[in-house]
């Protein structure tokens, strides 16, 4: 509004406001409103018709509606919500037009007081309205937080004020006034005093910085550097609580005034709208940026096919869209079979340059191993990435990384990642924006493959009508050879060097014929081969097969003869072409190729082809291929799917075995036991100790059979001295390899070479498990005798212990089986599992293992584990003396025989044991006898051994339980820790071993 002065000169600039809600808050409110002058009221709004403001306004003219959000539609600045109804308020946050700012409760307050203290808050209210105005006009969201800082600084005669917003569980400085800006933290916790009003939602309040004992040391030491004695934090309110602080501060110690409070609340209130606001334009800004950068994606793949070009945009816009410093795009190689950095950007230095990503390596490996997303907010220190790119991470100074898989026709092809230099993560939003650009990646790949693929297909076919018009205008057999050989490299990708070899039928031989592709001389002079027979070399192979031979490294294969050649021609990878008609053989075609993939279907139907134009025979050489090419195929599948069946069935007899197998050697191995305490006889005791002996070896065979179907739960790792394992291995087979060898007049010598003692993570049993496999195998391999030598080292991050023997050695194909389960070289003898078991074991400890073998030069297993980190070394639990005699123990079995040999063993050890053969006669025992220990077992009929447990919990809390079961090494540990079991023990178990157990499980005497 204008006042009367001349040339209209704006005296006062008041601001409109609408009222939501006309009870007697609002009248009020109205009334004072009308009497200070400050701002002119617009509407009034209620949806009650008899609301008393409503009458009110209408005696003054002021326009009244029902409609909450109708207040919109009047000229309004400012909208007080005064029905107290959070609904209302955050209905009129969400629907306000740019330039109307909206108060809540905090602004009715702040104006009731400021209109009943006119007096003594006018040059406040203004500054309030005058914020609210600046805040609508001002552009930048930091210069609208300035205003505000400002504002309520100088209507509070403050010196200074600054203002902090969440962000991931800290508080970071957004805007500061009349405060030196490097004085001033960048990020606090909200432990601090920054944080007292946004932790606990209220006004925080420090009178004297000096005195105030809430005040840590190191906030004093901030506040003192700033000059700052007393300071004021109001939160910022928002929907879901608090999302910042608003802090005033003052050079001299002051107690703060509740209408100043609430004046700093008000102004917090503003804030508070100005940030939620932004917020709802930062995020209509990220989807409109989003949605152009997909749109871009599109029209790129859409109007382009060259792949580099479209995947350095598409990176471009992941770093753009997630805030990242960095950005990556890795890409399956099909030539090397691996994923290889593509595109780099942000990097600062070239540590990712030539870096590959394999399979469960890294952030990246991790994607690739389980197809899905994977974020971290702390790559150094994820359990769950290997550290196998910790080196280039940290030269980039990488913190906060995600990834995503990037999959055509659902075969991984790639990973898209990002990354930041700082702890701030990865968001739910970010991850799908990420995907949706890896999909447009992966649609990029397809088409520039299809692409390539149809260009490469129509050369070879216009190559391959070409030579067809050749070879039917050529009468010569010389000149139809050479054509041949010339064609033959324009059909074939990273072809360089071809000959065709010709079948003499009279000598049986194959001999040189026409050649393309290098010099003559160079080819004479690397050629030293006059003729091949069939069977012999690579072209000998190819000569008796029926189709084309693709080999990827040829240099590498013992067949190649001719090395030299290979060598001249730059080559490695070999494909033969048999030439054939009416079942004869006419000669070899052979091509030298730079490294490329395996040959696709459609370059082997070209090269038939090409075959058939030849020596006229295609469809009986393509026919040929494919019949065996589809019989190894279902040969696979069958062998597969054998395979599968077996561990299936495995897996489903290992549960019930187990535990029926462990009940039976429980009563075995308990009543050898029981019969060795009281035989003196040597002779008989020999007897009883191999019975014992061989219901552990039973023992052991079902825990092998559970290890190795998954039905043995796992064990808390420890920390493994790895030489103390070879020294406990090396000793409990000696009886065997000296003693015994000696006896049938064999001589082994078993060494440990390294001094090392490198400590890994792990069980320290299995681990011995493994190498007393591989000692078992080595003295295997040597009937006659031999040497076995166990070389340990220790690296930077792993420790790497190599089994060595000098026995007869594996062929290719041992080599290649040794770790399936299953397979066995022992006939009878061996069950197939001791090296799949011992693979697994490694696999579980983080580790790899590996054979290196031929026949007669022996073999070497290496077994490479991570090291484990430095950590002290546990002291062993201190001896618990037995009690015995006045100790009752309920003992909870269904198997008679098992709970008479428990019964046995624990009277015999001085206990008094009360049997019960199931858990509903348990519990009525238990409600007339109160026994020092339940002991029971968990496969029961009627109330299973979980159900006890549960209900002598409930019943009697502090009475101790414990389980021995024939599925002991099935039960979760965590499950045990839960139900608060003192200890579970397997079927079968050594006496002395349960005593020990029971021992400790007892309450002291």
């Known amino acids: 509004m204008s006042s009367g002065k001349a040339g209209g000169e704006r005296e006062r600039a008041v601001v409109r406001i609408g009222i939501v809600g006309g009870g007697r808050g609002g009248t009020a409110l109205l009334e004072r409103l009308q009497r200070s002058g400050l701002a002119a009221v617009a509407v009034v709004v209620d949806r009650r018709a008899e609301a008393p403001a409503l009458g009110r306004a209408r005696e003054l003219g002021i326009p009244t509606h029902h409609d909450p959000l109708a207040v919109f539609r009047y000229p309004v600045d400012l909208v007080l919500e005064v029905t107290g109804d959070s609904a209302v308020l955050e209905a009129l946050l969400a629907k306000r037009p740019r330039g109307v700012e909206v108060l809540g409760a905090g602004g009715l307050r702040l104006f009731w007081d400021l209109v009943e203290r006119e007096h003594r808050l006018g040059r406040r209210m203004a500054a309030i309205l005058e914020a609210a105005q600046r805040c609508v006009a001002a552009d930048a969201p930091g210069r609208v937080f300035e205003v505000l800082l400002e504002a309520a600084a100088q209507a509070l005669h403050a010196q200074g004020a600054f203002l902090r917003l969440l962000e991931?569980?800290?508080?970071?400085?957004?805007?500061?006034?009349?405060?030196?800006?490097?004085?001033?933290?960048?990020?606090?916790?909200?432990?601090?005093?920054?944080?007292?009003?946004?932790?606990?939602?209220?006004?925080?309040?420090?009178?004297?910085?000096?005195?105030?004992?809430?005040?840590?040391?190191?906030?004093?030491?901030?506040?003192?550097?700033?000059?700052?004695?007393?300071?004021?934090?109001?939160?910022?309110?928002?929907?879901?609580?608090?999302?910042?602080?608003?802090?005033?501060?003052?050079?001299?110690?002051?107690?703060?005034?509740?209408?100043?409070?609430?004046?700093?609340?008000?102004?917090?209130?503003?804030?508070?709208?100005?940030?939620?606001?932004?917020?709802?334009?930062d995020e209509a800004h990220r989807r409109l940026d989003e949605a152009e950068a997909l749109a871009s994606a599109a029209r790129a793949i859409g109007a382009s096919l060259e792949l580099d070009g479209v995947l350095e945009g598409l990176t471009e816009a992941a770093q753009r869209l997630t805030a990242g410093d960095a950005a990556m795009l890795a890409l399956l190689d099909p030539v090397a079979g691996e994923m290889r950095f593509r595109v780099l950007r942000g990097h600062r230095t070239r540590a990712f340059e030539g870096l590959r990503v394999r399979p469960g390596r890294g952030i990246g490996g991790l994607v690739l191993e389980t197809g899905r997303p994977v974020r971290t907010d702390d790559y150094a220190n994820d359990p769950r990435i290997t550290k196998d790119y910790l080196a280039p991470t940290r030269a980039e100074g990488f913190v906060a990384e995600l990834a995503v898989p990037i999959a055509v026709a659902e075969r991984p092809e790639g990973v898209l990642f990002v990354a930041r230099r700082s702890a701030r993560p990865f968001t739910d939003r970010d991850e799908a924006a990420l995907l949706r650009l890896a999909e447009h990646a992966?649609?990029?790949?397809?088409?520039?493959?299809?692409?390539?693929?149809?260009?490469?297909?129509?050369?070879?076919?216009?190559?391959?009508?070409?030579?067809?018009?050749?070879?039917?205008?050529?009468?010569?057999?010389?000149?139809?050879?050479?054509?041949?050989?010339?064609?033959?490299?324009?059909?074939?990708?990273?072809?360089?060097?071809?000959?065709?070899?010709?079948?003499?039928?009279?000598?049986?031989?194959?001999?040189?014929?026409?050649?393309?592709?290098?010099?003559?001389?160079?080819?004479?002079?690397?050629?030293?081969?006059?003729?091949?027979?069939?069977?012999?070399?690579?072209?000998?192979?190819v000569a008796q097969a029926a189709g084309p031979l693709f080999i990827p490294d040829v240099l590498a294969d013992p067949r190649w003869i001719n090395r030299r050649l290979a060598e001249a021609a730059g080559c490695q990878v070999y494909v033969g072409v048999p030439l054939r008609a009416d079942g004869r053989l006419l000669g070899v075609l052979s091509v030298l190729c730079a490294p490329r993939p395996a040959l696709s279907a459609e370059e082997q139907e070209l090269l038939s082809l090409l075959a058939d134009h030849a020596a006229l025979v295609l469809d009986r050489a393509r026919l040929v291929d494919e019949l065996q090419r589809t019989l190894r195929d279902l040969r696979a599948s069958q062998d597969r799917q054998l395979q599968a069946e077996r561990l299936r069935a495995l897996g489903e007899m290992a549960a019930g075995v187990a535990h029926d197998f462990n009940n039976l050697l429980a009563v075995i191995l308990g009543r050898a036991e029981l019969l060795l305490a009281r035989t003196p006889e040597p002779a008989r005791m020999r007897e009883l100790e191999a019975i014992r002996r061989a219901a552990l070896d039973g023992a052991e065979t079902v825990r092998r059979i559970q290890e190795f179907t998954g039905t043995r739960q796992g064990r808390p790792a420890g920390c493994v001295d790895l030489r103390a394992v070879l020294e406990d291995v090396v000793e409990f087979a000696r009886p065997r390899w000296e003693r015994e060898a000696q006896s049938?007049?064999?001589?082994?010598?078993?060494?440990?070479?390294?001094?090392?003692?490198?400590?890994?993570?792990?069980?320290?049993?299995?681990?011995?498990?493994?190498?007393?496999?591989?000692?078992?195998?080595?003295?295997?391999?040597?009937?006659?005798?031999?040497?076995?030598?166990?070389?340990?080292?220790?690296?930077?991050?792993?420790?790497?212990?190599?089994?060595?023997?000098?026995?007869?050695?594996?062929?290719?194909?041992t080599r290649r089986r040794v770790f399936e389960p299953f397979f066995t070289t022992k006939g009878a003898r061996g069950s197939g599992l001791g090296l799949s078991v011992a693979w697994g074991i490694v696999q579980r400890h983080g580790g790899t293992i590996g054979v290196d073998s031929a026949p007669g030069r022996g073999s070497t297993f290496t077994?490479?584990?991570?090291?484990?980190?430095?950590?002290?070394?546990?002291?062993?639990?201190?001896?618990?003396?037995?009690?015995?005699?006045?100790?009752?123990?309920?003992?909870?079995?269904?198997?008679?025989?098992?709970?008479?040999?428990?019964?046995?063993?624990?009277?015999?050890?001085?206990?008094?044991?009360?049997?019960?053969?199931?858990?509903?006669?348990?519990?009525?025992?238990?409600?007339?006898?109160?026994?020092?220990?339940?002991?029971?077992?968990?496969?029961?009929?009627e109330l299973s051994g979980w159900e006890l447990i549960r209900a002598v919990g409930a019943r009697w809390p502090d009475l101790p339980v414990a389980c021995i079961t024939g599925w002991g090494e099935s039960v979760d540990p965590a499950r045990a820790e839960r139900e608060r079991l003192r200890f579970v023990l397997t079927k079968p178990v050594a006496i002395q071993d349960l005593l020990d157990a029971v021992t400790r499980a007892l309450p002291a005497p």
């Open 744 to 813: 049938r007049g064999v001589r082994y010598e078993v060494v440990i070479d390294g001094d090392a003692r490198p400590r890994v993570r792990g069980h320290a049993g299995e681990l011995r498990e493994v190498f007393l496999n591989l000692l078992w195998n080595a003295l295997e391999a040597m009937p006659g005798g031999g040497r076995v030598t166990f070389r340990i080292r220790q690296g930077d991050a792993e420790a790497l212990v190599s089994a060595e023997d000098t026995g007869c050695g594996m062929s290719e194909e």
């Open 168 to 281: 991931d569980g800290r508080l970071r400085l957004r805007a500061s006034w009349g405060l030196p800006p490097s004085g001033v933290p960048e990020e606090v916790l909200l432990e601090s005093a920054n944080g007292w009003a946004v932790r606990e939602g209220r006004v925080a309040t420090v009178e004297d910085v000096e005195r105030d004992g809430r005040i840590s040391a190191a906030s004093r030491r901030a506040f003192q550097e700033l000059g700052v004695r007393s300071a004021l934090a109001v939160p910022l309110r928002g929907a879901t609580g608090a999302t910042g602080a608003l802090i005033l501060c003052s050079r001299e110690p002051r107690r703060f005034a509740a209408e100043e409070v609430q004046a700093l609340q008000g102004f917090a209130d503003l804030a508070a709208g100005v940030l939620a606001r932004q917020q709802l334009l």
């Open 442 to 541: 992966g649609a990029a790949i397809q088409n520039a493959r299809l692409y390539a693929h149809a260009t490469a297909r129509a050369e070879a076919l216009r190559a391959l009508g070409v030579l067809t018009r050749a070879l039917l205008g050529a009468a010569d057999p010389a000149e139809i050879l050479r054509l041949t050989v010339e064609h033959t490299l324009g059909l074939l990708a990273g072809a360089r060097y071809a000959r065709l070899w010709l079948w003499d039928a009279q000598a049986e031989v194959l001999r040189p014929g026409a050649s393309a592709g290098i010099a003559p001389e160079v080819e004479r002079a690397a050629t030293d081969v006059a003729q091949i027979a069939p069977g012999q070399g690579v072209v000998g192979a």
């Open 863 to 941: 077994v490479r584990l991570p090291l484990a980190p430095d950590e002290p070394v546990p002291a062993p639990p201190p001896a618990v003396p037995r009690r015995q005699g006045s100790a009752r123990i309920l003992l909870v079995e269904d198997e008679e025989e098992v709970r008479a040999v428990l019964v046995d063993a624990l009277e015999a050890a001085g206990y008094t044991v009360v049997a019960a053969q199931n858990g509903r006669d348990a519990l009525a025992l238990l409600e007339d006898t109160r026994p020092d220990l339940v002991l029971t077992d968990l496969s029961m009929p």
